[in-house]
């Protein structure tokens, strides 16, 4: 059961273990079922990884994220204005949206990348209109609160403890699911690696009593 890390991508095992393990390969009838040392396909491997990193990607907070109350406070503040009110006259509720989401590009919104991800219509921007409102009237951190169809709800986070004595409720960048998830992937693909390099290289294969 000797190890051997002068070449792992070729085997792990030394000359005398790959050599009982051909022998055993080679003595097993396993039912008449054969079983060769073919190596794992190529496209399987790229399958995996893309799968890997897909999910993590899938549910990053730069894809997965709901948008927040925050990024629409400046659309509030603009629906009354009367460039918007002008639009609305003139080209109805497409208008008007076009127009506020213009006036805030004016301003240089810190929320500008969001906004561009999560557009809504004027309907929709009035249906969370009055919400948002009253969260600015609490005076409330709107960056902890999001847009759930037509309501506005505290998110569903917990992350730090606050200097009131309350839970930052803001999806962070990193989480412990990542780094949980990393671990086990990482275990996962190195258990593999390990399992198949202790075999005999797939260049050898087994002849099965000649069928």
Known sequence: MAWKFDNPLFSLSDEEQN?????????????????DNNRLPRP????LGLTIIS?????????????????????VAA?????????????????AMAEIVRIVREGQSKYEALQVRHPLSMNELRLVKDQIIELQNSRVDLEEYTIVG???????????????????RKQPWWDKGYTIDIFYVTYFCLAVMIAVKRLPNYRWQPVHHGH
């Open 19 to 35: 050599d009982k393990a051909r022998k055993l390969w080679e003595a097993e009838g396993l039912g008449g079922i054969t079983e």
């Open 44 to 47: 399987v491997v790229w399958l």
């Open 55 to 75: 999910a993590f990607l899938m549910t990053f907070p730069l894809w997965g994220q709901r948008p927040q109350a925050a990024i629409y406070a400046e659309y």
């Open 79 to 95: 629906m009354d204005s009367p460039r918007v009110q002008a639009a609305q006259a003139a080209g109805g509720d497409q208008a």
């Open 150 to 168: 037509y309501k506005v709800l505290l998110a569903n986070f917990e992350g730090n403890w606050k200097a009131d004595g309350t839970r930052e």
